[in-house]
């Protein structure tokens, strides 16, 4: 069956420092790949999606950038956190069928 | 302008009563799907139901329904016989196939009383 992990749960990080977040899919093929981002008490804003390895989209123009270099591999990255990245991310696929299955979902407080 | 709009911020129902939350979608697009989630406190979501532009009966799953009104361009999902483990927060999400991105709305927190 298909599982997707995403790391760290919670993560406290200074302004000013990188991020890296990581997601991956188990069990599919050539899944579309989404990062979405949910400030507190706010709906999913859709940050980045993937159709293929080396093939992202963007959404919205922010401080952060997602690669993908493998097939089942998305990461969502910034070089220099803002305290307005705080938030719940979420990384989600979609294969084969209609709905998208989400992660659980990293808790990021920028301080 | 907004794909997804989801106009109630919170929602409260009687246990054991019917519930609707309502959802509207902006697309020029034919082909597409529409979606309901559900966010418990922890955060997960969680898929509850699917209704795709050329179906004419509208979708269930159990205790939910989705009330689709496509001249309208209205989702709403209805509820039936409310419990209290369905306080949550609920997404409205629609996909358009041309480009694969999944829109969400700005949800609806619903709470439960006993």
């Known amino acids: 069956s298909q599982t997707i992990h995403q790391w760290p749960a919670t993560l406290v990080q200074p302004v000013g420092s990188p991020l890296s977040l990581e997601c991956t899919v188990e069990?599919?093929?050539?899944?579309?790949l989404y990062w979405y981002r949910q400030a507190a008490g706010r709906g999913l804003q859709l940050l980045f999606y993937?159709?293929?390895?080396?093939?992202i989209s963007s959404e919205v123009p922010q401080n952060l950038s997602a690669s993908r270099p493998q097939d089942r591999q998305f990461i969502l990255s910034s070089k220099k956190l803002l305290l307005s990245d705080s938030g719940f991310y979420l990384c989600?696929?979609?294969?084969?069928?209609?709905?998208?299955?989400f992660g659980q979902g990293t808790r990021l407080t920028v301080v | 302008a907004q794909k997804i709009t989801q106009t109630q911020p919170g929602m409260f129902v009687q246990e054991k009563e019917a519930v609707t939350l309502d959802c509207t979608y902006d697309?020029?697009?034919?082909?597409?799907?529409l979606f309901w989630y559900k966010q418990p406190s922890s955060g997960e979501m969680i898929f509850l139901i699917y209704?795709?532009?050329?179906?004419?009966q509208n979708a269930t799953e159990g205790r939910y329904s989705l009330n689709f009104q496509k001249a309208r361009k209205s989702a709403n999902l209805v509820i039936s016989a409310s419990q209290l483990g369905d306080s949550a927060m609920y997404f409205c999400a629609m996909r358009e196939w041309a480009g694969n991105q999944f829109y969400f709305g700005t949800g609806t927190s619903l709470t439960v009383i006993p």
């Open positions: 209704q795709g532009s050329y179906d004419e």
């Open positions: 069990g599919t093929s050539n899944p579309n």
């Open positions: 697309t020029s697009d034919q082909s597409y799907g």
């Open positions: 993937s159709v293929g390895i080396g093939q």
């Open positions: 989600a696929w979609s294969t084969g069928v209609p709905e998208a299955f």
